[in-house]
Antibody, heavy 120, light 109 residues
Framework: QVQLQESGPGLVKPLETLSLTCTVS??????????WDWIRQTTGKGPEWIGG???????FYNPSLMSRATISADTSRNQCSLTLRSVTATDTAVYYC????????????WGPGTLVTVSS | QSALTQPRSVSGSPGQSVTLSCTGT?????????VSWYQQHPGKAPKLIIY???RRPSGVPDRFSGSKSAYTASLTISGLQAEDEADYYC?????????FGGGTKLTVL
């Protein structure tokens, strides 16, 4: 069964760049019909969709984060990555990667998540 | 963009049924049949329990059901069990992105 695992620094300084990687096992990120998404959640709040990348390499972003976020894929390593530039304390959150199905509302499964704190 | 609106908390006794609501607009819930629901226990990642308004992934009990009317989606949990106590989030497609609700905390009394 497919498993997703997020990795990256747990602490980022304000105005620097947050970089996270999602390693996918048990499935290929190039399998037709799948998207690989990044979603974050601050304590006590609902999740916020950041964006995703399709099996074809097309990228999609939340308009509120589009100017700072970049999502890419490394097919040789079966990984997708998120970079978020010029972070502030409001970017402190648990960041999840999740598989998404084309033409469906189906984020499943999710990785366990990784906490990123923005602080000097 | 605004998050979908969910009641902050709902409670019910074991064996009862509860319905959680999720209100959106004509740009999200009202426009697409792409509504999903997630269950989240403390310290865990969200888990998909309903997708495409009413479909259940394999392994999710049929006690969980979803529906939609106009701009409001609903999740009904029948035969409440202690393990159903969790936070529940709705999600909808909104033209070019996905929007989530603020979540409902379900307490099993």
């Amino acid at each position: 069964q497919v498993q997703l695992q997020e990795s990256g620094p747990g602490l980022v300084k304000p105005l620097e760049t947050l970089s996270l990687t999602c390693t996918v096992s048990g499935d290929s990120i190039t399998r037709t019909g799948y998207h690989w998404d990044w979603i974050r959640q601050t304590t006590g709040k609902g999740p916020e969709w950041i964006g995703g990348i399709s099996w074809k390499g097309d990228t999609f972003y939340n308009p509120s984060l589009m100017s700072r976020a970049t999502i890419s894929a490394d097919t040789s390593r079966n990984q997708c990555s998120l970079t978020l530039r010029s972070v502030t304390a409001t970017d402190t959150a648990v960041y999840y990667c999740a598989r998404d199905y084309d033409a469906s509302s189906r984020f499943d499964p999710w990785g366990p998540g990784t906490l990123v704190t923005v602080s000097s | 963009q605004s998050a979908l609106t969910q009641p902050r908390s709902v409670s019910g006794s074991p064996g009862q049924s509860v319905t959680l609501s999720c209100t959106g607009t004509s740009s999200d819930i009202g426009a697409y049949n792409y509504v999903s629901w997630y269950q989240q226990h403390p310290g865990k990642a969200p888990k998909l329990i309903i997708y495409d308004v009413h479909r259940r992934p394999s392994g999710v009990p049929d006690r969980f059901s979803g529906s939609k009317s106009a701009y409001t989606a609903s999740l009904t949990i029948s035969g409440l069990q202690a393990e159903d106590e969790a936070d529940y989030y709705c999600c909808s497609f909104a033209a070019s992105f996905w929007v989530f609700g603020g979540g409902t905390k379900l307490t099993v009394l």
